[in-house]
T-cell receptor, first 116, second 114 residues
Framework: ETGVTQTPRHLVMGMTNKKSLKCEQHLGHNAMYWYKQSAKKPLELMFVYSLEERVENNSVPSRFSPECPNSSHLFLHLHTLQPEDSALYLC???????????????FGPGTRLTVL | DQQVKQNSPSLSVQEGRISILNCDYTNSMFDYFLWYKKYPAEGPTFLISISSIKDKNEDGRFTVFLNKSAKHLSLHIVPSQPGDSAVYFCAASGGIQGAQKLVFGQGTRLTINP
């Protein structure tokens, strides 16, 4: 069983569309993350949720709106995106153990987003 | 300003030989380092990690070395196998309460030639 799943795997949308990306983790983790990977650039952290509360927002434009209804699910709502938002969007999760630095993040396969 | 750098975008190694992937960082607050491996159409997969209190961590064919004074870490794969062909990402963390903020390098594409 895949620990972290993402749907859809591919998405093409127009600039006026509204869509949502979904992430689900089956690992019992308490922290979830959204990353963006553009061509030839490092993975960029977008949002971090710990125990369902957002603890980090790396100055992401408001056209990206995250939602974490519970510790197993994470959404990224998209509206009025720009062509430069085309990228691979990766979800990850990790266990929370009160500040320990030894935890790793487990990634989903990503959603390849194309904005026309 | 990029805090984690992988200066070699690609590396080609013959099967059976040692592969050495390098990573440099600038933030002295980083105290945990990881290597991830990524195949096409898949998300990154955790490979090996090292805490700043150590200078070496070994797991089978994979060894990570950390040189804190030089702010440099490297991943050694020996012997290299064709299945090791992938993109390798170095990541570093300074840690925040309750979650881990990773800063990634750009990646190095490793190709193992038969």
């Amino acid at each position: 069983e895949t620990g972290v799943t993402q749907t859809p795997r591919h998405l093409v949308m127009g600039m006026t569309n509204k869509k949502s990306l979904k992430c689900e983790q089956h690992l019992g983790h308490n922290a979830m993350y959204w990353y963006k990977q553009s061509a030839k650039k490092p993975l960029e952290l977008m949002f971090v949720y710990s125990l369902e509360e957002r603890v980090e927002n790396n100055s992401v434009p408001s056209r990206f709106s995250p939602e974490c209804p519970n510790s197993s699910h994470l959404f990224l709502h998209l509206h009025t995106l720009q062509p430069e938002d085309s990228a691979l969007y990766l979800c990850a999760s990790s266990p929370w153990r009160g500040g320990t630095l030894t935890d790793t993040q487990y990634f989903g396969p990503g959603t390849r987003l194309t904005v026309l | 300003d990029q805090q984690v750098k992988q200066n070699s975008p690609s590396l080609s190694v013959q099967e059976g030989r040692i592969s050495i992937l390098n990573c440099d960082y600038t933030n002295s607050m980083f105290d945990y380092f990881l290597w991830y491996k990524k195949y096409p159409a898949e998300g990154p997969t955790f490979l090996i990690s090292i805490s700043s209190i150590k200078d070496k961590n070994e797991d089978g064919r994979f060894t990570v070395f950390l040189n804190k004074s030089a702010k440099h870490l490297s991943l050694h794969i020996v012997p290299s196998q064709p299945g090791d062909s992938a993109v390798y990402f170095c990541a570093a963390s300074g840690g925040i309460q309750g979650a881990q903020k990773l800063v990634f390098g750009q990646g190095t594409r490793l190709t193992i030639n038969p």
